[in-house]
């Protein structure tokens, strides 16, 4: 590898998914794109996302409520013909392209609510502390919305946090190893719950080897859950086969959404037949006799089972829009150049740190991260953040002292790494 323009344009060259980038909207910074690393906080909007939404706004114009049931063909500006209306059983038209982002069964995922939220329903089904089993464990430093939902569920169960909350500590520096997750797990074994970790953590960009903790977490008899913000459509998953028991993700991230866009949910098949009990609506009910509106909750067989609201269309039109492009380009290729634009990143980043200003966090293990990178100043770092902004860099502050970025092999490219290694040799 080479720290020059040249190089990161000949590898721009040869990328076979360099045709993503023009079906993205780029930012712009005095008139040219912006160098955009901050697809981990919230991804680009796809040029023909408001072409889905636009629509089912035509639906809705047209046909008023009878859109619930009657499709409509719309052509795009690209050429190709979507299926439109037909509103009922919209969320199905999910089920296998965002099985295969997360490695599942299609009857294993379904798309709803936000992230939060499926992870408090998740918890109503697979957190059943007893007296004597009653503890969370997740990760050092989780999101803090999943902290919030540790405690204040371990509370509903009349359960003090502080007790009931276990965080794996660090191994060194920001890093924890597989062997500290699975001895915190075994120390805990006779009061453990629930194993609840982020697959990638927010902070350092850590990625967990799930299928390991998996396992041990299993071998205690308790269950195992992930939430997947920053893993779906980031790293390879395969959830299924893992035998992870439960998942929850957002869809603004990666998945290129839209703000607060609809989240998703994986359910393993082994417990769709179960007596787990979960929040009940009515959109989780069975097909066959939902509309009788009869007393008694009957779950669908699936992860629908644990849905509630019927489908909120504008915002699941939009979450269409993205994964189709997860399907054309297919997360095999884009997990190839994911290693490949983060570890050119990190290369870069190396040639210009020779005063140490700044300390990558994530691990150097492309086996242990995804295309995250969590740069630690040593000080000065916002000044450093905010020189970044004015030079065209769209980028993500964390307190106290670290700026997080993300090549994400969507859109961006291997220019884009050597620009922002460029400016920030300048701005250090």
């Known amino acids: 590898m080479e720290f020059t323009e040249q190089f990161a344009q000949q590898q721009d ?3 076979k998914l360099k045709s993503f980038r023009d079906k993205f909207l780029l930012p712009k910074h005095n008139g040219q794109p912006a160098v955009y690393l901050c697809g981990n906080s919230l991804g680009l909007q796809p040029k023909n996302l408001g072409e889905y939404i636009q629509a089912e706004l035509d639906v809705w114009a047209e046909l008023g409520v009878e859109g619930h049931f009657t499709n409509r063909e719309k052509t795009l500006a690209n050429g190709t013909t979507i299926t439109s209306g037909n509103w009922m059983p919209y969320h199905e038209r999910f089920a296998t392209d965002v099985s295969a982002i997360v490695g599942a069964l299609p009857s294993e995922v379904v798309v709803m609510n936000q992230l939060t939220v499926n992870l408090h329903l998740l918890l109503t089904s697979f957190y059943r502390p007893t007296k004597d089993r009653y503890k969370i464990i997740c990760e050092k430093k989780p999101f803090p919305s999943d902290s919030y939902a540790f405690e204040s569920q371990a509370r509903l169960h009349g359960f003090d946090p502080k007790e009931a909350v276990i965080e794996i500590d660090y191994s060194d520096g920001y890093y924890t190893a597989t062997q500290q997750i699975i001895d915190t797990i ?6 453990l719950a629930v194993v609840i970790i982020g697959g990638v953590n927010y902070y350092n960009g850590q990625l967990y080897d799930m299928k390991t903790i998996t396992e041990a977490t299993h071998k205690t008899g308790a269950f195992c859950g992930f939430d997947l913000a920053h893993a779906a459509g980031n790293v390879a998953l395969e959830l299924h086969n893992w035998n992870v028991d439960f998942a929850c993700w957002c869809s603004y991230k990666y998945l290129n959404s839209g703000p607060g866009s609809v989240a998703g949910a994986f359910v393993h098949e082994k417990h769709h037949k179960s007596n787990l009990p979960r929040m ?6 069975n097909k066959e ?6 007393p008694g909750f009957n779950p669908i067989e699936s992860a629908e089972g644990w849905q509630l609201s019927n489908a909120p269309i504008l915002s699941m039109a939009a979450h269409r829009a993205s994964v189709a492009l997860f399907a054309e380009a297919g997360m095999d290729a884009l997990t190839a150049k994911s290693k490949q634009l983060t570890a050119y990143l990190e290369f870069c980043l190396q040639q210009v740190n020779a005063t140490n200003a700044f300390e990558i966090i994530t691990p150097s293990n492309p086996a242990e991260r995804g295309c ?12 450093v953040f ?3 902004t004015a030079n065209g860099v769209i980028a993500d502050w964390r307190n106290p002292n670290v700026i997080r970025i993300a090549p994400v092999p969507l859109y961006n490219s291997f220019s884009d790494c050597y620009r922002f290694a460029k400016i920030v040799s300048e701005v250090i």
Request: hydrophobic fraction near 35%; avoid cysteine.
């Open 386 to 388: 905010d020189a970044l």
């Open 13 to 15: 060259t040869n990328d």
């Open 280 to 285: 009940a609506g009515w959109w989780g009910h």
């Open 186 to 191: 075994n120390q805990h074994a006779n009061e």
């Open 372 to 383: 995250q990178l969590s740069l630690l100043f040593n000080d000065k770092g916002r000044e």
């Open 289 to 294: 006799n939902r509309f009788k509106m009869e």
